[in-house]
């Protein structure tokens, strides 16, 4: 590709083709940027009004479109690779290379047991990825991580980030044993733990012992390069760490890395309300705070509260009938629904706009209850309050959605990893085909977006696309094609409709006069191939501002 535009020049590339995302002026061929700012959209004709006497070819024969924005995804997409990846499906690392994904439980342990034999010293052996739903009912315990080694901690974390198992060497590091008496430790039958720990208040101990790299390293210097990298291979030129600490020295070293004129994409980081617990006024003065670290490449002010866990991990909150296989009901992951009334309303008195974790139903009913009361009580314009992953939404509660003016992010990418057991095992036939319904929020004129929860699933907005249009799981089967969305509306999900629910349309999102010359280069245009491979279209680069980045 070509080199940045200098600054304070003008420069005007011509593209095949330009998807702006504006829908007033929906393609174009031609764009001005001065700046680092768009400065015009359009043809060569209405170019000639900035005396141009040379037109840039870079994009000549590909295809431009808003640079990819990714509304719900974290930091530690670039911590995790420092780590041992065992998911069951394929995974490409930041350079490129393709992990093969492991498909039983033994080639998990075989492959942990060579890790460890490569170890030095007695630290944490930590994994990632791990997901047992793929193996039916055979849980791991500690009797299965025992045999990687008695002696050294042993730590996976699941795919949902919502469950650990450890070894026994973990649990007596951790203070952990039968009479901890914590929600979310499984148990033997003789009351011994068994390993598995599920969400935040059973997973602390373990995290404390080995120093909580997934909340804590993604403003290290290496973890953010890695993050960047991914991003960049995506497209992505926005995304978000929608679970920050923002202790101040974090985020001033955050500030720093992102300023840099090579860093390749913006940085949108919201507060973590569990680490404030019920002080929200101390969250709110520590955001606050932290502002003045903020520039065009790192963006804060928001909060992200954690309602329940995953559905896959049978920690989310379901209403009647529950789960599926008779499972008992999930976790409250942060707060009782008590408390959660008060947070809700002081976060959005104090003008804090929110996004909230919910999966299961009763999640998302007890959070419509607890902002209907907040907003009754503090009416506030265009708060934007965002349900995050949403998944088991009814008609009705996203009727009340629409009546509340909240938006969604809807976990899309969910069909594709666990369609086939959400609908064997977890919800059964009926609220499966009805998960993630993309096509009721937009036709309830819901401003609606859709995410990776990267590193839950890959960082690829165009695949997210792929899943909310096709629907697909990764057997084949389609899972509720009455909510398959366009090509168009899912394109736009992933560019406008992020930005919108991070108070960032002004700013990004779509090709437009004034916005941040952020543009993801394509190779073909994806509003005119065949649904079935929107996720083939191959990401050649990005531009961010006036820097221009090429993939890997």
């Keep these: 590709m070509g080199t940045s535009a200098t600054e304070n020049k003008i420069t005007v590339y011509r593209a095949r083709k330009i998807l702006t995302m504006n829908r007033m002026q929906p393609y174009a061929t031609h764009v001005a940027i001065r700046d680092g700012r768009i400065l015009s959209v359009g043809g060569e004709e209405q170019m000639r009004a900035f005396n141009i006497s040379e037109i840039d070819n870079t994009f000549a024969d590909k295809v431009l479109m808003p640079g990819l924005v990714e509304g719900h995804s974290h930091l530690y997409e670039g911590v995790a690779w420092l780590f041992v990846y065992i998911g069951y499906f394929d995974r490409r690392d930041p350079d490129g290379v393709l992990l093969p994904g492991l498909k039983s439980k033994e080639a998990i342990i075989n492959r942990l047991i060579e890790a460890e034999q490569a170890m030095e010293g007695d630290e944490p052996l930590i994994a990632w990825g791990f997901d047992p739903l793929y193996f039916g009912s055979d849980r791991v315990t500690t009797d299965d991580l025992d045999k990687i080694s ?9 795919a949902s980030m919502h469950i650990l198992n450890v070894n026994s060497m973990a649990l007596k590091q951790a203070g952990i044993d039968r009479f901890t008496d914590v929600e979310g430790v499984a148990r033997f039958a003789n009351g011994e733990p068994n390993g598995e720990l599920r969400e935040f208040a059973a997973m602390f101990p373990v995290y404390r012992m080995i120093g909580d790299p997934f909340r804590t390293w993604g403003a290290h210097p290496k973890c953010l390069k890695m993050f960047g990298q991914i991003a960049l291979n995506a497209g992505v030129t926005t995304a978000t760490d929608l679970v920050n600490e923002l202790h101040p020295e974090a985020v001033k070293q955050l500030s720093s890395l992102t300023a840099q004129a090579d860093y390749p994409v913006r940085i949108v980081a919201a507060a973590s309300g569990r680490t404030f617990g019920r002080d929200t006024q101390a969250c709110v003065e520590n955001i606050k705070n932290v502002s003045s670290y903020a520039h065009d490449k790192l963006h804060m002010g928001m909060i992200k509260l954690v309602i329940d866990g995953s559905i896959q991990g049978f920690t989310a909150r379901l209403l009647w009938p529950g789960y599926h296989n008779g499972a008992p009901n999930g976790i409250w992951a942060s707060f009782p629904p008590s408390e959660l009334v008060d947070i809700i309303a002081e976060y959005h008195r ?58 969604v992010n809807l976990f899309s990418n969910h069909i594709f990893y666990w369609g086939d057991a959400h609908q064997a095992i977890t919800l059964g036939p009926d609220r499966a085909n009805n998960m993630n319904a993309a096509k ?113």
């Design 350 to 407: 104090a003008g804090v706009q929110m996004h909230i974790h919910t999966n299961g139903d009763e999640a998302t009913e007890i959070t419509l209850d607890a902002l209907e009361r907040a907003l009754s009580l503090y009416p506030q314009f265009d708060h934007r309050h965002t349900l995050q992953h949403c998944q088991m939404a009814t008609a009705a509660q996203f009727r009340r959605i629409a009546k509340l003016g909240l938006c």
């Design 150 to 158: 008695p002696t050294r901690p042993v730590v996976i974390l699941h």
């Design 440 to 552: 009721t929020a937009l036709q309830l004129g819901i401003p609606t977006a859709i995410h990776s929860d990267a590193p839950i699933t890959p960082l690829s907005p165009l695949f997210i696309a792929w899943c909310a249009v096709n629907r697909t799981t990764a057997t084949g089967t389609v899972l509720g094609e009455q909510e398959r969305i366009s090509i168009e509306q899912a394109l736009y999900a992933i560019t406008m409709g992020a930005a919108y629910t991070l108070h960032m349309d002004d700013q990004i999102g779509s090709i437009e006069v004034g916005k941040y010359a952020d543009f993801c280069v394509l190779d073909q245009d994806p509003t005119t191939v065949e649904p079935m491979t929107l996720k083939d279209i191959k990401v050649l680069g990005t531009m961010v501002g006036r820097r221009l980045f090429e993939c890997q």
